[in-house]
Nanobody, 128 residues
Framework: QVQLVESGGGLVQAGGSLRLSCAAS????????MGWFRQDPGKEREFVAA????????GYADSVKGRFTISRDNAKNTVYLQMNSLKPEDTAVYHC?????????????????????WGQGTQVTVSS
């Protein structure tokens, strides 16, 4: 069992930056593919970014590519999402997720249904 706790959300003006963190419990964090998703009320959960086990491979949604950066620190059991050049359409609750299944080393996962554990989320609001 893994517990995930997000932090770092808040209110920011368009063009600003935020850094989200997701702290994971347990001693096997380095065995999990990690991802960030976001969800607005009334909309489906949307893939944002994912990172493989050692942090060497990342994947992004087209809508955030070039603006967001996912990273992880396995020694600290934490995954990050650096968000730059924020836009009002980035407003959502951001969730981190962990996938415990075995994959090839460079795999990242973008499908929400594949993830096994989810955090409660942190609100990001971008004003215009």
């Amino acid at each position: 069992q893994v517990q995930l706790v997000e932090s770092g959300g808040g209110l920011v003006q368009a063009g600003g930056s935020l850094r989200l963190s997701c702290a994971a419990s347990g001693r096997t964090f380095s065995n999990y593919i990690m991802g960030w998703f976001r969800q607005d009320p009334g909309k489906e959960r949307e893939f944002v970014a994912a990172i493989n086990l050692n942090g060497g491979t990342t994947g992004y949604a087209d809508s955030v590519k070039g603006r967001f950066t996912i990273s992880r620190d396995n020694a600290k059991n934490t995954v990050y999402l650096q968000m730059n050049s924020l836009k009002p359409e980035d407003t959502a609750v951001y969730h981190c997720a962990a996938d415990r299944k075995l994959y090839s080393p460079r795999t990242v996962v973008s499908q929400a249904a594949e993830y096994d554990y989810w955090g409660q989320g942190t609100q990001v609001t971008v004003s215009s």
